[in-house]
């Protein structure tokens, strides 16, 4: 990515964060889960943006220590109350509904309901998200105002699922770079209608690909669009022989509310991708909060177990469980806005500006500094006046180009912005004082 494109780009983030929350606005309705056909229907909205290739692994299929699901859909549930009233509607809200629940046509009286009835007595207006995935049951969800006002009595009971012997589906979007070296960056699509944890990490994704995949890179680009856990580990497990490519990684997630940004590292704690997330945290003056890396969270528990530990980290904004809204029917729409995900694409953008641009140079007068005024770049470049940070960033560049320090020590070191010292890198190439280190 050359230092015009990523001007285009980031001058093009208002445009393109207004389509990532239409996106938003498609994908919400849709009742997705770890399987099933509203995953299906999720790759078919995505491709009318993003031409991302549909994988299918069979029920059954041994992927490590676990085992390809049976497929879950659903097309209604719904519970009646004694009146005769629809009182929990899976059309109103597929939050509702405990996402994997097992087909249901009963009556049952309201002590034995309320045993499958689950609610957020601290958050009485929400409603949660429950999945039961790994163990066969059913349940709905409800606010717990709505909860407090059941009357006794009997309750008719349905919920029309299907849980068969099908697939899973994941989606795939690559982007061949000058190199084989691989970028990985994944979302998640097993979530319903959610907004922050996780649409807003899939149309980060989406727009992040698009965008991306018109420009020339030096890295090529691998996008995953899988189930949270058992997606991960099924994509790890047909694809272990080419893991060794990725040099890089990012798990995109909680990335349209209005917190400041978390990073959370790689367990390696010193990767590349650490080093440049930092650096472009560090020089967007705001607030962040960076973490370690723990052994729970979303996909980087997989990417970073010990038998792949690849250097694969999580840039979000308020991390999963720290926001009042997280896996609730409060992380909807409102929650997350446009502003934000352009908040969150600008710095993946960076982010990726610093890996294409990262590397190594050699001085080539180390001895003594080379006289910047008679080649002009001390006061004037082709009539371009060459200003006090850029003639700042040319010493640092040419002090510490001796083929141990990259541009992103540099750029760690002397405080100045990355694309600064692109540029005045750029300008040291064109007069000849610079050549890349290999
Ligand atoms: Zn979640």
Redesign the pocket.
Known sequence: MKLDDFTKILSEVDNISQEMYQLMKDLYPLCRSITGNNVRKTHEIIRKHLEIQSYEVPTGTEVYDWVIPKEWNINDAYVIDPTGKKIIDFKKSNLHIVNYSIPVKKKIFLTELKKKLHTLPKQPDSIP?LTSYYSEDWGFCLTHNQFLELIDGEYEIVIDSSLDDGHLTYGEYFIKGKTENEILITC?TC?PS?CN??LSGVTLVTFLAKYLSKLSLNYSYRFLFIP?TIGAIAWLSINEKNTFKIKHGLVA?CLGDSGSFTYKKSRRGNAEIDQVVINVLQNSNSKFTLLDFFPSG?DERQFCSPGFNLPVGSLMKTM?GKFDE??TSADNLEFVNANNLKDSITKYIEIIFVLENNAKFLNLIPKCEPQLSKRGLYDTLGGQKVNDLTKNAIQWILNLSDGENSLLDISNKSGINFNIIVNAANMLIQKNLLQKHI
């Open positions: 998200y998640y979530h959610l944890d996780n949270e997630t979303s999963y997280y896996h």
